[in-house]
């Protein structure tokens, strides 16, 4: 049914935003755009954002990479959006997106592992919990039937 996902267009593909719009606008993918901000992430944000990564050796490198300039966070909505957003992104690492999946996001406009693009929530849960953090404005439980 009906779902809300949580999707950033990262530092590194934000000179490349008009393409990589236009990827997820894509009429078969049937997501739309509920909402959206551009933002420059603080640190405190990231950390928050990522806060299930505050264990792993990436995470200093990860929340440096995610502040280090503008970002644009979106409430993407649509039948299924939260796995459809992540099959349009690709695998987390750009380089094993471009042999496994040539035309995914990350493939395209992807670096490596860490600089990959774009960001995608893992599940409804992820979601509910991104949007609050990135929408704070929004009462996001009252307007997501589906969560
Ligand atoms: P994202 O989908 O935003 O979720 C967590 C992010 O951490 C991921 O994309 C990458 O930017 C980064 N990341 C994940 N795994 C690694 C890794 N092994 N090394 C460095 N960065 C990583």
Sequence with gaps: GRQSTFAMIKPDAMSQ???VLSELTEQRLKLRIAGLRLLQLT???ARHLYNEHQERPFFKSLVAYITSG???ALHLTGPGAVGR???ALGPTDSAVARTSAPNSIR???GTDKQINAAHGSDSVAA???ELSLMFPEWDVSDRLPSL
Excluded: C, D
């Design 17 to 19: 935003l008009g393409s």
């Design 43 to 45: 640190t405190a944000q």
């Design 70 to 72: 503008p970002v644009l």
């Design 85 to 87: 957003w992540r099959e």
């Design 107 to 109: 493939a395209k406009f």
């Design 127 to 129: 979601a509910h919990r």
